[in-house]
């Protein structure tokens, strides 16, 4: 039973590239959601979906797309990789609901240079 | 614009010494607040959700308490395995129902 698996765990890139982070989960939840975690700023909800084919922006959606064209996967793209997008990846699933409780992946560690 | 604030932002304890994590929030109409636990290089964790003031969870040393203000987690006869940080979160009216997390606590225990 995986839960919530992202790919990839670890990522360097160069400013200016583009990249994808894939979040796939098999508890056949409804909502996912993408957040970034920055020392001393805590999580923040850069983009979510309620449902396979929608969309909508979080607290920081600025630089980011995503993209859930199946129920089970939940894309986040990086149109134009800058050092300030570095940080910490999680992406969540639940069941319905936004105030149940969501189910977090380990991560994807991505550098910007 | 809701506010979730946790104190201490980190605790030291010896093995067996209890003592509480704070969570205190300012929101407009608090639908839910949630306790996650976070170990390095993982995910957050899943501990308890409290809906309304009074409301108390316990699992194993935890014990997660509401208030209409803030929330405790208390942490009894702790061992180093609970080493990790602890996250708190609400979800609000304001927010679409969406998450607002605090900065959290990392908890050491030493043996």
């Known amino acids: 039973n995986a839960g919530v698996t992202q790919t990839p765990k670890f990522r360097v890139l160069k400013t200016g590239q583009s990249m994808t982070l894939l979040c796939a989960q098999d508890?056949?939840?409804?909502?996912m959601y993408w957040y970034r975690q920055d020392p001393g700023m805590g999580l923040r909800l850069i983009h979510y979906?309620?449902?396979?084919?929608?969309?909508a922006k979080g607290e920081v959606p600025d630089g980011y797309n995503v993209s859930r064209l199946k129920k089970q996967n939940f894309l986040l793209g990086l149109e134009s990789a800058a050092p300030s997008q570095t940080s910490v990846y999680f992406c969540?699933?639940?069941?319905?609901?936004?105030?149940?409780?969501?189910?977090f992946g380990d991560g994807t560690r991505l550098s910007i240079l | 614009e809701d506010q979730v604030t946790q104190s201490p932002e980190a605790l030291r304890l010896q093995e067996g010494e209890s003592s509480s994590l704070n969570c205190s929030y300012t929101?407009?109409?608090?639908?839910?607040l949630f306790w996650y636990r976070q170990d390095p290089g993982k995910g957050p964790e899943f501990l308890f959700t409290?809906?309304?003031a009074g409301e108390e969870k316990e699992k194993e040393r935890l014990k997660a308490t509401l208030t209409k203000k803030e929330s405790f987690l208390h942490i009894t006869a702790p061992k180093p395995e609970d080493s990790a940080t602890y996250l708190c979160?609400?979800?609000?009216?304001?927010?679409?129902?969406?998450?607002?997390f605090g900065g959290g606590t990392r908890l050491m225990v030493k043996p």
């Open positions: 969540a699933s639940s069941l319905r609901q936004g105030w149940q409780p969501q189910h």
């Open positions: 508890m056949n939840h409804e909502y």
């Open positions: 979906s309620v449902g396979e084919g929608t969309t």
């Open positions: 929101v407009s109409g608090l639908r839910g």
């Open positions: 409290l809906y309304s």
């Open positions: 979160a609400v979800v609000t009216n304001n927010a679409g129902n969406m998450l607002t």
